[in-house]
Each structure stands twice: as C-alpha cells, then as structure tokens.
C-alpha cells in the first residue's frame, strides 16, 4: 500500500464530523483557536489536527514499520510482547480479543517502540528491537518521537491552563527524562477477505490507555461512538491531517472534563477494503509511576466537575505503568479465563461492551 495511489473515501457512508485544529495557530497562542481545540477535547475528545510539520518524519516513520513487519515473522516474534502486559515490541495477529466473548480475535500487527528507548539509543532502556528498527533509530524514529511529543507539550500546557492548575503540572506528568510508556507503533492490517467480516472490529473497541494520541492514515477504518450514540461512525481520513484524540489518564487526571471516548478500527469502506491498511500512532503516556487520579486539590474547576460526578471513581488507585499492564495483559487471549478478562481490559469506556 506504502507509496501506492489509493481510492478515495466513499460519500455513501456515515461518518462523524471533527473540528480541524491548526497546530500553527495554538502554538501561536492564538485564542479562538485555543478555544476551538478545547470544546472538541470536552465534548467527542476528538479533532483533526493540521499544519503539525511532521509529514516528512510520518513518511519516514511509514517506511520503518514496512520494513519491520516485511521480515520473516520467525524474526519478528523474537521481539513479540508475551502475555504479562508488555506494551513495547512486536505483537503478532491473532493475540488479541477483540469482545467479551473471546469468540474472535483480531487480526492486525503491530511494532511498538518505546520513546525512552528512541531518545535514549543506543542504550537500551527498555527492550532491544529488530535490526530494522535500530538502524534508523537515530534518523528516523527519535526524530519523529521528538516532533510528536513537541506537539504533545503544546496541547498539554493549553489544558493546563483551561483547567486552572498551576504552571508546569501537565508537563510534570509526562515528563520527556523520566521513563514512561510513550511510544511510536506502526500498524498492517490485511486487504478485507471477507465481505461478512465488513462491520466485525479488527482492532476491539476501546478508549486509549495514555493521555493524548497521534494518529496518521491514509485509510478509513477508525470509527467513534459518542456519548448518546448507539451506532458507530467513521472518522474520515483527511491528507496531511493528524487525527488527535484524549485518553484515560488526561480524562481522569481532569474530573473527566476532558472526554477520552470509544473508538474502534474496522476494515475500510469501499473500495478502500481491497487495500492494505497502514497507521502510524504516537501515545502519550504519563511517567509510569505516577497515580492516576484527579487533580482535585490543584485545581478548582476539577474539584468541581469531581463533585458533579458522585457516581464516577477518579481515585484509580493505579500508577499509569499498572493500568497500562492490566489492560494490555487482559486482551491477550491467552489470558482469557472468561468475560470477566474482558472486563478486566476495560478502562474508562461509557459503554464498556460495545465490540
């Protein structure tokens, strides 16, 4: 698909709007902007995000998942995750559940870099990865790691001040010299084979473990239901557009004022379908021992909107590198002991067993 000419998105099916943020303009601080942004964060969780000056370092970063996932999967599953929770390294087709049932698994793959291990390199922080990878380490992915997480801290620092907490605080969370779960992951999923699997999940339904993720494609696929929905629809790809969306731990860490919502990845529409389907995503994670919580005694606005949700938990009792582990360990389906794993996968989704 890499590098192809791909057939357009059709018209004919239901997808969801997005306000389009231009990243040039919040960095500018400009206002309305900043405002934009913030009612797509607090309302679907949601937006496009366009003018982020990273399409040279995407294309690159296309090319190394290519490369990787095009070896031999005897040498790809010598990096492949296991069953205890890792997140970082290859994971093969077929290792996920996909619904409470167990009765289908997905069948995507993935490698998944870690953001220590890229800043860091050549030491080795966390794991060791494919030849593929660390020979464009250096030039290809710590480049695009450090273009993501500059957009990453501009978003952070405008929702620090939305919520009223005191300078830095975001930033302090997710700070880039202390180890966390940020990483890069490239995504293959197969040209559909099978028209009655058109609507089935490829990748299950899910909010995003992190804080803040990146997403570039050149595919449809990703769908969202929000809030008062009960249909899913597709979030249309746009050329040269990022597709941003909120996760758990800015939901939680905000009394939920910002909206981490449930997505899922089908095959593609149309045309579309016949096609291999490649993403490329930066995850925003917390530093991995920090608890995730609400800022409530940091923040007024968050004391507030915590008060105005007494039938919601935000004390998790988990450090972002727990909650990461539990839910990561509870899709494998060699871990399934029935639907209570699947619960046990879940994190801040409103309709946890939508599939």
Request: aromatic residues 8%; hydrophobic residues 40%; glycine residues 6%.
């Amino acid at each position: 698909m890499l590098g192809t000419s791909l057939p357009p998105f059709p018209d004919e099916v239901r997808t969801h709007p997005l306000l389009i943020i231009d990243y040039e303009l919040i960095k500018a601080g400009d206002k309305e902007e900043i405002d934009r942004l913030w009612e797509a964060a607090t309302t679907l969780g949601f937006w496009y995000l366009k003018n982020h000056r990273a399409d040279h370092e995407v294309d690159d970063m296309f090319d190394v998942g290519a490369e990787t996932l095009a070896l031999p999967l005897e040498e790809r599953m010598k990096f492949e995750q296991g069953d205890n929770g890792q997140s970082f390294g290859y994971k093969k087709v077929g290792a996920q559940a996909i619904d409470g049932t167990g009765k289908f698994v997905d069948n995507i793959e993935f490698i998944n870099v870690s953001k220590d291990d890229a800043l860091a390199y050549p030491q080795v922080v966390h794991l060791t990865y494919p030849s593929t990878v660390n020979a464009r380490m250096e030039n290809t992915v710590a480049p695009f790691v450090r273009k993501s997480l500059d957009v990453t801290y501009v978003v952070l620092n405008i929702f620090n001040d939305k919520l009223g907490l005191p300078e830095g605080t975001l930033e302090s969370l997710h700070a880039m010299d202390e180890h966390s779960a940020c990483e890069v992951r490239c995504t293959r999923s197969p040209p559909l084979q099978d028209k009655a699997a058109m609507d089935r999940a490829v990748l299950a339904a899910h909010t995003d473990f992190g804080s803040l993720t990146i997403l570039h494609n050149r595919l449809g696929g990703l769908q969202v239901m929000p809030p008062g929905h009960d249909k899913w629809s597709y979030v249309r790809p746009i050329p040269g557009h990022a597709i941003c969306n909120i996760a758990d731990a800015l939901s939680i860490f905000s009394g939920g004022i910002l909206q981490s919502n449930i997505h899922r990845v089908v095959p593609p529409p149309g045309a579309q379908a016949e096609y291999e389907r490649w993403s490329l995503v930066f995850f925003t994670r917390p530093t991995s021992s920090k608890v995730l919580r609400a800022l409530v005694e940091s923040s007024p606005i968050i004391a507030d909107a915590v008060k105005g949700q007494p039938d919601r938990d935000f004390e998790s009792g988990s450090t972002a590198a727990d909650w990461l582990a539990r839910r990561v360990r509870n899709q494998r389906i060699n871990n399934r002991r029935g639907p209570d794993t699947w619960a046990a996968s879940r994190g801040t989704e409103h309709t946890p067993t939508a599939a």
